[in-house]
């Protein structure tokens, strides 16, 4: 069965600190990749997408991720996190057939 | 525009109660999935429909069913509650597919007791 797993369920991390989360499904086809983030109190909101093309690509606030089509991976990275970067961060696929499968999330906690 | 919007945001109900939940899609969105988010277990997709067709299905038992209307606007019904039916029940609207950017509701948290 495709599935998709974020390696950590909780991060801790002092500001200015770099961030990677990691993110591997399994499905071996043509993917679109997402991340979500859930600021406490506040809606899923998307954070990056990865249809094609550079598997580098850029989101909001800083964040990029990494597509490696090898590893199966969609890896997301900050150089540099701040306070405001503490939610939850969510790593979704889609593999065709109208549904998207997210992972269990990671809770990120950012110190000041 | 308006995002999604989904009612009530908060439900209390008791063990063997239905419950009919809520959304309202963005305008000019056709897909509208349903999630049921719990913690540890993240987002759990349940169904998707489009244009009143339910093009597919989560591992839910039949318990839980949903229903789309002509304007996009979509529900969802669980039967016979049981206390693990208690969760936040996320709704998403895209333009097409699932595959494109999801827009999220705020939710419908719902009590079981």
């Known amino acids: 069965a495709q599935s998709v797993s974020q390696h950590n369920h909780h991060v801790i991390l002092s500001e200015a600190a770099s961030l990677e989360l990691g993110c591997n499904y399994s499905?071996?086809?043509?993917?679109?990749l997402f991340w979500y983030v859930q600021y406490p109190g506040q809606h899923l909101q998307l954070l990056l997408k990865?249809?094609?093309?550079?598997?580098l690509v850029k989101g909001i606030k800083g964040f990029e991720a990494e597509f490696i089509k090898s590893k199966f991976s969609f890896n997301l990275r900050k150089p540099s996190v701040q306070w405001s970067d503490t939610a939850e961060y969510f790593c979704?696929?889609?593999?065709?057939?109208?549904?998207?499968?997210f992972g269990a999330g990671t809770r990120l906690f950012v110190k000041a | 525009k308006a995002g999604v919007t989904q009612t009530p945001r908060y439900l209390i109900k008791t063990r063997g109660q239905q419950v009919t939940l809520s959304c309202s899609p963005i305008s000019g969105h056709r897909s509208v999935s349903w999630y049921q988010q719990t913690p540890g277990q993240g987002l759990q997709f349940l169904f998707e429909?489009?244009?009143?067709?339910?093009?597919n299905k989560g591992n839910f038992p039949g318990r839980f069913s949903g229903r789309q209307f002509s304007n996009s606007r979509s529900e969802m019904n669980v039967s016979t509650l049981e206390l693990g039916d208690s969760a936040l029940y996320l709704c998403?609207?895209?333009?097409?597919?699932?595959?494109?950017?999801?827009?999220f509701g705020p939710g419908t948290r719902l009590t079981v007791t």
């Open positions: 499905y071996g086809g043509t993917v679109n």
């Open positions: 998403a609207s895209s333009l097409d597919s699932p595959g494109d950017e999801q827009y």
């Open positions: 429909y489009f244009s009143e067709t339910q093009r």
């Open positions: 990865y249809f094609s093309g550079d598997p």
């Open positions: 979704a696929v889609h593999t065709g057939g109208f549904k998207t499968i």
